[in-house]
């Protein structure tokens, strides 16, 4: 078995085409040793370890087993989450899962209890919002750069999966479309920066009842729209902020990762939270209008972006340190948690028409440091 001096040893149970970004960067951190993969199809899982160097791949149960695996890396499907993270934990391990945590409150919940129960820690993705770039913008906002923080505008549009996936009717089913699926990255954003969510408000639409795949062997073929695939909401922070946010894949005009924070004395935009890392900058109100208005061009300030931009993995890695440090972790289950429940309380006011009351709340979440090298070993 491990000790608090070793490397943290990691297994993965989910073998498909998220695991080789999160293999690469993994196994390019010294305080982690990735040392088995698993999978349903144990082919696969066999065939992931021989390329990046894994020294065991096989069965999720020998993965489960496996003395040396500390904490369990769950890339299964949403559907799946709660079963494979709470099979983890049964077995002594602690969890890292793919967002989200699970597709229901109850079971959520039930997990999380079930890892308190153990001693045991669960982290939630997306890891995205620990990079470079929202950290630096938090660090931005909290020297009072923008002065308090007032409202935010986020936006996520395009046409929609099908023009690129071969296969896109899931990502139209119940549990998925543009808000539970790119919800999690503005989301977790946002309660980063404003605290956990009061209630919200939703509208919700379809173009078209149905879509026809654009690629690969399917094309042509049609599948049903289950879910709204449009959706605009309305957040109020339990601390008094308020956020506007558009979920669509109608739109023929392409706008991912719009992010602005607007304060007292400032708006600042902040990179794509599905990414690390990106442009941060603010402009402060004009003190005068002068005559003719076209030569009043607001300045934008530049933010330096503080810390190391890695990828996907980077919060797995936040958690074993914290492990090994006896410190809370960023990216906790309790935030996973309640990201979740913020996005089944938006769906539930598309149905409904009315604010919903979010049941639950979080602390607030913890920062990535701008000196976090993800490449120096610590423990």
Same mark, same amino acid.
């Given at each position: 078995?491990?000790?608090?001096?070793?490397?943290?040893?990691?297994?993965?149970?989910?073998?498909?085409?998220?695991?080789?970004?999160?293999?690469?960067?993994?196994?390019?951190?010294?305080?982690?040793?990735?040392?088995?993969?698993?999978?349903?199809?144990?082919?696969?899982?066999?065939?992931?370890?021989?390329?990046?160097?894994?020294?065991?791949?096989? *069965?999720?149960?020998?993965?489960?087993?496996?003395?040396?695996?500390?904490?369990?890396?769950?890339?299964?499907?949403?559907?799946?989450?709660?079963?494979?993270?709470?099979?983890?934990?049964?077995?002594?391990?602690?969890?890292?899962?793919?967002?989200?945590?699970?597709?229901?409150r109850d079971s959520s919940r039930a997990l999380l209890a079930q890892a308190a129960a153990a001693?045991?820690?669960?982290?939630?993705?997306?890891?995205?919002?620990?990079?470079?770039?929202?950290?630096?913008?938090?660090?931005?906002?909290?020297?009072?750069?923008?002065?308090?923080?007032?409202?935010?505008?986020? *936006?996520?549009?395009?046409?929609?999966?099908?023009?690129?996936?071969?296969?896109?009717?899931?990502?139209?089913?119940?549990?998925?479309?543009?808000?539970?699926?790119?919800?999690?990255?503005?989301?977790?954003?946002?309660?980063?920066?404003?605290?956990?969510?009061?209630?919200?408000?939703?509208?919700?639409?379809?173009?078209?009842?149905?879509?026809?795949?654009?690629?690969?062997?399917?094309?042509?073929?049609?599948?049903?729209?289950?879910? +709204?695939?449009?959706?605009?909401?309305?957040?109020?922070?339990?601390?008094?902020?308020?956020?506007?946010?558009?979920?669509?894949?109608?739109?023929?005009?392409?706008?991912?990762?719009?992010?602005?924070?607007?304060?007292?004395?400032?708006?600042?935009?902040?990179?794509? +939270?599905?990414?690390?890392?990106?442009?941060?900058?603010?402009?402060?109100?004009?003190?005068?209008?002068?005559?003719? +208005?076209?030569?009043?061009?607001?300045?934008?300030?530049?933010?330096?972006?503080?810390?190391?931009?890695?990828?996907?993995?980077?919060?797995?890695?936040?958690?074993?340190?914290?492990?090994?440090?006896?410190?809370?972790?960023?990216?906790?289950?309790?935030?996973?948690?309640?990201?979740?429940?913020?996005?089944?309380?938006?769906?539930?006011?598309?149905?409904?028409?009315?604010?919903?009351?979010?049941?639950?709340?979080?602390?607030?979440?913890?920062?990535?440091?701008?000196?976090?090298?993800?490449?120096?070993?610590?423990?």
């Amino acid at each position: 078995m491990a000790t608090t001096s070793d490397a943290v040893g990691v297994g993965f149970i989910g073998a498909g085409n998220i695991s080789d970004t999160y293999l690469e960067n993994l196994s390019s951190f010294p305080d982690i040793r990735v040392v088995a993969v698993g999978d349903l199809d144990e082919d696969r899982a066999r065939a992931q370890a021989a390329k990046h160097g894994v020294p065991a791949g096989g *069965s999720v149960q020998s993965v489960l087993d496996d003395p040396d695996v500390e904490i369990v890396v769950n890339l299964t499907i949403p559907a799946a989450h709660v079963e494979v993270s709470s099979a983890a934990i049964a077995a002594g391990k602690h969890v890292w899962s793919e967002k989200p945590i699970g597709v229901d409150r109850d079971s959520s919940r039930a997990l999380l209890a079930q890892a308190a129960a153990a001693g045991l820690r669960v982290g939630i993705a997306p890891d995205t919002v620990l990079g470079p770039g929202v950290q630096s913008a938090k660090r931005a906002i909290a020297r009072g750069d923008i002065g308090r923080p007032l409202f935010a505008q986020t *936006s996520f549009q395009w046409q929609g999966p099908e023009l690129f996936h071969p296969n896109p009717a899931f990502l139209y089913a119940r549990g998925a479309g543009p808000l539970l699926d790119m919800g999690p990255y503005y989301v977790s954003a946002l309660v980063h920066i404003f605290g956990p969510v009061g209630a919200v408000a939703a509208l919700g639409l379809s173009a078209t009842p149905t879509r026809r795949v654009q690629v690969g062997e399917l094309a042509g073929q049609e599948f049903p729209v289950e879910i +709204p695939s449009t959706v605009s909401v309305l957040t109020r922070f339990e601390q008094g902020g308020q956020a506007q946010s558009l979920y669509s894949t109608d739109s023929a005009l392409r706008r991912h990762g719009v992010f602005e924070i607007n304060g007292t004395e400032g708006t600042l935009v902040i990179p794509d +939270p599905n990414t690390f890392g990106g442009r941060i900058a603010f402009v402060r109100p004009l003190e005068k209008i002068e005559v003719p +208005p076209a030569t009043n061009v607001q300045e934008w300030i530049e933010v330096e972006q503080d810390g190391v931009t890695v990828g996907r993995g980077l919060g797995l890695l936040d958690m074993a340190r914290a492990i090994r440090e006896g410190r809370p972790h960023v990216a906790s289950g309790e935030l996973g948690y309640h990201v979740l429940d913020t996005l089944l309380s938006i769906e539930e006011s598309v149905v409904s028409g009315a604010f919903v009351e979010v049941g639950s709340t979080v602390a607030a979440v913890g920062s990535v440091s701008a000196d976090f090298d993800p490449f120096a070993r610590t423990i």
